[in-house]
């Protein structure tokens, strides 16, 4: 039962650090929108490129949150990422704990 506990373990770090990286990539692009709109710099399209699908989705879904030039969609993915990352995440870490 300790092999499965070790998995889910790896597990949850491999899906924390790929959040984390994704928080990173979300806040740069927010950095970069205020600085460079309009760049077309390759690693800048690429971090748009997958930032898009998640923001796109909470513009959708949450259209009162982009007024005028202010769009607060990056906001609530932060948020979004941190409880994914409390909940999700610790769920699998005591997971884990428990089956070792």
Not at 21 to 49: D, E, G, N
Not at 86 to 98: E, Q, S
Request: net charge positive; proline share 5%.
């Amino acid at each position: 039962m300790f092999v499965f506990g070790n998995f889910l373990e790896a597990v949850a770090t491999v899906v924390d650090i790929g959040l984390l990286l994704y928080l990173f990539a979300l806040f740069a692009v927010v950095v970069v929108s205020w600085f460079a709109p309009r760049t077309t710099h390759p690693f800048v399209m690429f971090l748009r490129s997958i930032t898009r699908p998640v923001l796109d989705w909470i513009r959708r879904v949450l259209p009162f949150l982009v007024q005028g030039g202010f769009d607060l969609s990056p906001i609530v993915a932060f948020f979004g990422i941190h409880i994914l990352r409390r909940f999700l995440v610790g769920t699998l870490y005591d997971l884990a704990a428990r089956m070792q």
